[in-house]
C-alpha cells in the first residue's frame, strides 16, 4: 500500500514538471525537451507503482510516519532529474540539494551564478518549493479524497507542522482541500498583484510561488526586489506574513469566523514579536548611522523582519552592513519562526508560547508549592502530555542544531559557519553566512556537508519526530 501512494505521488510529481516544460517551449530552449524524459520516466515509475494490488489498503501510525519520511527524499530524488539533464550541469550530490531545498522551502543553492540557468529550471525550483510548502502528502489527500479512508489523518498529523492539528471539515481530504483552497487563492492574488508592478510575468510567478511557500529562491543574481521598487516590498511583506499566519486561521477568517483569528494567541504574539523585531532593527539602523532615507527605517527593516521569521529569507542588498545586533535579532527570528500550520519553518511560536507560560507557572509555584496551575492557550488549559511534548521537541531542536554544526565543523566548515548553517537548514530559512553566505554559497561546502545538511533540512521541515523516529528500534518493533 506504501508503494501505490508512492506511485500516485511520483504520477502528481510528473504532471507538474508540465509547468516547466510549457516555461521551456515558450522561451524556445533546446532544455525544454529533455524535460518531458525527465517526466516520462517519473510518470513511468509512479504508474508502475500504481499497478501493485495490495493485500490490505489500511495504513495506521507507523505506515504512516514511514510514508511521509519516504515520499519526501523519493521525490526529491525524482524531482533532481531536470537539473541533472536541463542545462544546470550539477552533480548528483549538488542536484538532490538542490531539490531538497527547494521541497523542504529552505532556498540554499548551490547554483553559483542564476543569469545562465535556463528559464524552465529556474521555473522548476519555484514550482518544488510551492508544492513543499504546504507539504507533498497535504496535496495528495486533497486530490484523493480515497486516502480518508486509508490512513489519512495518520498522514495529516505526519506531515502538517504544530503541536496538535484540527479538522477544519468532517473528512481529512475536506480539510486539506480547505488548505489548498486559500493558498492557492493567496498565490493566485500575489501573482496578480506582483504582475502590476515593473517585474516581469515569469518574474511575478516565480516571486508569487517562492514567497507564498515562505521558500525565498530568487530568480536573478541582481534582487529584483529592489527593482521592483517599494510597491513591491510591500506586497511581499504582507504576503510573507500571510505565509507565516496559520492557514487554518486564514481559511476560518474566509468563512467569516474573525472570533477565532481575533483571540488566537499565537498569531497575537507573531504580530508583537514582528513588532520587537522591527523596533530592533530601527534602532540598530540609526546606531549605525545607516539611515540614508525614510525608506531605512520604515519599509526595510519591517521587510527583512517579516522575511526571515517567516523564513523566506529574502534579504536587504545592505542586510551585512547592519551590524551584530541585527545578526542576533536574525538568529532569534530563525529560532523561533512563525505560526504552526503555515508555511514556515523554525520551532514555531505556538511552542514558545507553551514554555514562556509554562516557565512562569513553574517560577510561581516556587513561592507557592502547594497551588495548582495550567498551561492556557486561547483561554483553554493545555494537557499535561502536550506541554512534555513541547519542551521534548524543543531540547530536541536545539540537540539537532548542536550535532549537525559539530559533523560540519569536523568536515572542515568554520565553527561559526557550521553552527549557523546547522540553524538555517533545520529552520528551513536558507541564510548563509560568510562561506556560505555573502562570500559564496553552499557550493563551497563538502559533498557529505551537503547531505547532512539535506537531511537536517528534511528533519526541520518534518518537525523531527516523523524523521527520526525512523532511527529508533522500537519504531520497528511490533
Known amino acids: 500500500m506504501l508503494l501505490r ?3 500516485w505521488l511520483l504520477t502528481i510529481e510528473a504532471f507538474f514538471m508540465l509547468i516547466p516544460f510549457v516555461v521551456g517551449l515558450v522561451f524556445n530552449e533546446h532544455s525544454a525537451w529533455k524535460f518531458l524524459i525527465c517526466m516520462g520516466g517519473t510518470a513511468i515509475c509512479g504508474a508502475g507503482l500504481m499497478s501493485l494490488k495490495p493485500k490490505s489498503r489500511d495504513m495506521g501510525k507507523r505506515e504512516a510516519i514511514l510514508l511521509t519520511g519516504l515520499i519526501w527524499v523519493i521525490l526529491s530524488f525524482a524531482g533532481m532529474t531536470p537539473f541533472l539533464f536541463c542545462g544546470t550541469h550539477l552533480s548528483v550530490t549538488d542536484a538532490f540539494f538542490e531539490t531538497m531545498s527547494g521541497f523542504t522551502t529552505t532556498g540554499a543553492t548551490v547554483l ?5 540557468v535556463p528559464k524552465s529550471i529556474l521555473m522548476w525550483r519555484c514550482v518544488v518549493q510551492w508544492i513543499g510548502g504546504l ?3 497535504l496535496f495528495t ?3 484523493l479524497p480515497m486516502l480518508n479512508y486509508q490512513g489519512g489523518m495518520q498522514l495529516f498529523n505526519a506531515e502538517v507542522t504544530g503541536i496538535t492539528h484540527d479538522k477544519l ?9 480547505s488548505l489548498w483552497f486559500v493558498y492557492i487563492g493567496l498565490t493566485t492574488l500575489l501573482i496578480l498583484l506582483l504582475c502590476l508592478s515593473r517585474m516581469s510575468i515569469f518574474d511575478s510567478i516565480c516571486y508569487g510561488l517562492s514567497t507564498m511557500s515562505t521558500g525565498g529562491f530568487s530568480n536573478s543574481d541582481i534582487s529584483v526586489i529592489e527593482e521592483g521598487g517599494i510597491y513591491v516590498k510591500i506586497v511581499l511583506t504582507i504576503f510573507m506574513f500571510l505565509g507565516g499566519v496559520n492557514f487554518a486561521l486564514i481559511f476560518k477568517a474566509c468563512m467569516g469566523d474573525f472570533k477565532s483569528t481575533l483571540h488566537n494567541d499565537a498569531l497575537r504574539w507573531y504580530l508583537g514579536i514582528i513588532l520587537v523585531c522591527y523596533l530592533l532593527l530601527c534602532l540598530n539602523i540609526l546606531i549605525r548611522g545607516l539611515f540614508h532615507g525614510i525608506a531605512d527605517i520604515t519599509i526595510d527593516p519591517l521587510f527583512q523582519a517579516v522575511s526571515i521569521l517567516s523564513s523566506t529569507g529574502l534579504t536587504e542588498p545592505d542586510f551585512k552592513d547592519w551590524g551584530p545586533l541585527a545578526v542576533i535579532v536574525l538568529v532569534v527570528m530563525m529560532f523561533m519562526g512563525a505560526c504552526a500550520g503555515s508555511t514556515s519553518g523554525g520551532a514555531k511560536i505556538d511552542r514558545f508560547i507553551i514554555l514562556f507560560k509554562f516557565l512562569k507557572n513553574e517560577f510561581y509555584k516556587m513561592m507557592h508549592p502547594n497551588s495548582v496551575t495550567t498551561v492556557t492557550i486561547n483561554g483553554k488549559g493545555t494537557p499535561s502530555w502536550i506541554v512534555m511534548k513541547t519542551l521534548a521537541f524543543l531540547f530536541l531542536f536545539v540537540i539537532v542544531i548542536a550535532l549537525g ?4 565543523v569536523l568536515l572542515g566548515l568554520p565553527l561559526k559557519d557550521s553552527f549557523f548553517v546547522a540553524l538555517s537548514a533545520v529552520a528551513n530559512t536558507g541564510i548563509g553566512t560568510d562561506i556560505t553566505g555573502l562570500a559564496g554559497n553552499y557550493a563551497l561546502v563538502p559533498a557529505v556537508g551537503k547531505w547532512v545538511i539535506a537531511f537536517i533540512m528534511l528533519v526541520g521541515r518534518l518537525e523531527l519526530y516523523t524523521v527520526l523516529l525512523l532511527f529508533t528500534p522500537s519504531f ?3
Open 5 to 7: 501512494v508512492i506511485g
Open 112 to 116: 553559483n551564478t542564476l543569469d545562465n
Open 135 to 137: 507539504g507533498i502528502i
Open 141 to 143: 489527500l486533497a486530490v
Open 169 to 177: 471539515r468532517p473528512r481529512v481530504s475536506f480539510t486539506a482541500q
Open 405 to 408: 554544526g559539530t559533523f560540519l
Open 476 to 478: 520497528w518493533k511490533k
